[in-house]
């Protein structure tokens, strides 16, 4: 997957400048840089039939998520897809193409194709290649060489984009030099299916090489929990759109069980609002819907971690409409350090108590009225 959050600062307010006039001074003003345009792009959080969850180990030398374990994904391709245009409606919406694109690139990173079996008997049979067929595919994709949607149709199958649930869109930063705006989703591997029963926990993926390197070193399923677990004793990194995702997934994929209930629990759960308690506006925005542009809230924690507000959808965004917004009930602690984020949790933003009261206001949301909307409050859950 590629980074959305690089390097995340807190926000500050802007310094006071004192300006010196200089006789015979004919130097122009300091032009202001120029925030990049976010890149379309699209990951998926592939669940196996155990429920275990994929993740990519990134190489140090990756100027994307160095070192840390991602989803699988990556930027919309204009040769394989329709790349919304820069101020299109649906630059920063859920489409075909960003469904196409996550597939795709899940396919080229992981060696996973979500595809139907065309003509399947209506039971979601994924299409099955061998190993040489699958690695011989991923290198000519990725080079351009063949279209993923040629391709895909050649061995009798078509991309399951109705598979994908759309899990919150994530906008980077401004003040980030890569940027991009990432559509999120969630796939259920079929119950009981051979395609991810051998990839399970330990084993490693390997992956194509591109950009003068490889991106990625592994890529294995294991527990939320697990994953969750190495995170927190430090052993592995999770930038905080990932730990974020994961934290929510970990209260229904629950280990060894009724998978079956998990997933019907997890199903509910990105379809119910209120998506948080004490009745903000943007918890009446459905999980699918939500876009969340990280911020710092000007907050330093005595253990020395800076606090993130995830209420806010990215300028770009709110341009195109106001009435978008991510999650205020939530917030990010994080640390920031050479190799990555550290100590990076979730938590409700009640818990800062008198905290808050100092913090900025990160973003003014106006969200209409829309009658599905449930008012009640939800138990809580993170």
Same mark, same amino acid.
């Given at each position: 997957m590629l980074?959305?959050?690089?390097?995340?600062?807190?926000?500050?307010p802007?310094?006071?400048?004192?300006a010196?006039s200089?006789?015979?001074s004919?130097a122009?003003p300091?032009?202001k840089?120029?925030p990049?345009?976010?890149k379309?792009s699209?990951s998926?959080?592939?669940?196996?039939?155990?429920?275990?969850?994929?993740?990519?180990?990134?190489v140090?030398t990756?100027t994307?998520?160095p070192s840390?374990?991602v989803f699988?994904?990556g930027?919309?391709s204009?040769?394989?897809e329709?790349v919304p245009?820069?101020d299109?409606?649906?630059?920063?919406?859920?489409?075909?193409?960003?469904?196409l694109g996550a597939?795709?690139e899940?396919?080229?990173?992981?060696g996973?194709l979500l595809?139907?079996k065309?003509g399947g008997?209506?039971?979601g049979d994924l299409?099955?290649?061998?190993?040489?067929?699958v690695?011989e595919a991923?290198?000519?994709i990725?080079g351009n060489k063949?279209r993923?949607?040629?391709?895909?149709?050649?061995?009798? #199958?078509?991309?399951?984009?109705d598979?994908l649930?759309?899990?919150t869109r994530?906008?980077?930063?401004?003040?980030?030099?890569k940027r991009?705006?990432?559509q999120m989703?969630?796939?259920?591997?079929?119950?009981?299916?051979?395609?991810?029963?051998e990839?399970?926990?330990s084993?490693v993926v390997?992956?194509?090489?591109?950009?003068?390197?490889i991106e990625h070193t592994?890529a294995a399923?294991?527990?939320?929990?697990?994953w969750l677990a190495?995170?927190?004793?430090?052993?592995?990194?999770l930038f905080?759109p990932?730990?974020?995702?994961l934290?929510?997934?970990?209260q229904?994929?629950?280990?060894?069980?009724?998978?079956?209930?998990?997933?019907?629990a997890l199903?509910?759960f990105?379809k119910?609002?209120p998506t948080?308690?004490?009745?903000?506006?943007?918890a009446s925005i459905p999980?699918g819907?939500k876009?969340?542009?990280?911020?710092?809230?000007?907050?330093?924690?005595a253990d #020395?971690r800076?606090?993130?507000?995830?209420?806010g959808?990215?300028k770009?965004?709110k341009?195109?409409d106001p009435?978008?917004?991510?999650?205020h009930s939530?917030?990010?602690?994080?640390?920031p350090?050479?190799? #990555?984020?550290?100590?990076v949790?979730?938590?409700?933003?009640?818990e800062?108590?008198?905290?808050?009261?100092s913090?900025?206001?990160?973003?003014e949301?106006?969200v209409?009225k829309?009658?599905?909307?449930?008012p009640?409050?939800v138990?809580a859950?993170l």
């Amino acid at each position: 997957m590629l980074s959305l959050f690089a390097a995340v600062r807190r926000a500050r307010p802007p310094p006071t400048i004192i300006a010196m006039s200089r006789p015979n001074s004919t130097a122009p003003p300091a032009a202001k840089k120029v925030p990049m345009v976010p890149k379309p792009s699209s990951s998926i959080m592939v669940l196996s039939p155990t429920n275990q969850l994929l993740l990519l180990h990134r190489v140090q030398t990756s100027t994307s998520f160095p070192s840390a374990h991602v989803f699988p994904g990556g930027n919309l391709s204009k040769f394989h897809e329709a790349v919304p245009a820069e101020d299109a409606q649906d630059r920063h919406r859920d489409s075909e193409a960003y469904r196409l694109g996550a597939i795709r690139e899940t396919f080229e990173e992981a060696g996973i194709l979500l595809a139907k079996k065309k003509g399947g008997n209506g039971n979601g049979d994924l299409v099955e290649l061998s190993p040489g067929e699958v690695e011989e595919a991923r290198k000519k994709i990725h080079g351009n060489k063949v279209r993923f949607g040629d391709w895909v149709e050649s061995v009798g #199958g078509t991309p399951d984009v109705d598979g994908l649930i759309p899990f919150t869109r994530w906008v980077t930063p401004p003040n980030v030099p890569k940027r991009f705006t990432t559509q999120m989703y969630v796939y259920m591997l079929p119950l009981g299916s051979s395609i991810a029963a051998e990839r399970d926990a330990s084993t490693v993926v390997h992956t194509p090489t591109h950009d003068g390197g490889i991106e990625h070193t592994a890529a294995a399923f294991d527990d939320v929990s697990d994953w969750l677990a190495r995170q927190a004793r430090g052993e592995i990194i999770l930038f905080p759109p990932q730990l974020y995702l994961l934290t929510l997934l970990g209260q229904f994929l629950t280990g060894p069980g009724d998978y079956a209930a998990q997933r019907e629990a997890l199903l509910d759960f990105l379809k119910k609002t209120p998506t948080g308690p004490g009745g903000h506006p943007t918890a009446s925005i459905p999980w699918g819907e939500k876009v969340i542009s990280p911020v710092g809230l000007g907050i330093k924690r005595a253990d #020395g971690r800076n606090v993130l507000s995830l209420e806010g959808p990215g300028k770009e965004v709110k341009t195109q409409d106001p009435t978008r917004a991510g999650d205020h009930s939530r917030v990010v602690l994080v640390k920031p350090t050479k190799r #990555g984020p550290s100590e990076v949790e979730i938590i409700w933003r009640s818990e800062l108590g008198d905290e808050a009261n100092s913090a900025k206001v990160d973003y003014e949301v106006v969200v209409s009225k829309h009658p599905s909307r449930d008012p009640k409050p939800v138990a809580a859950k993170l």
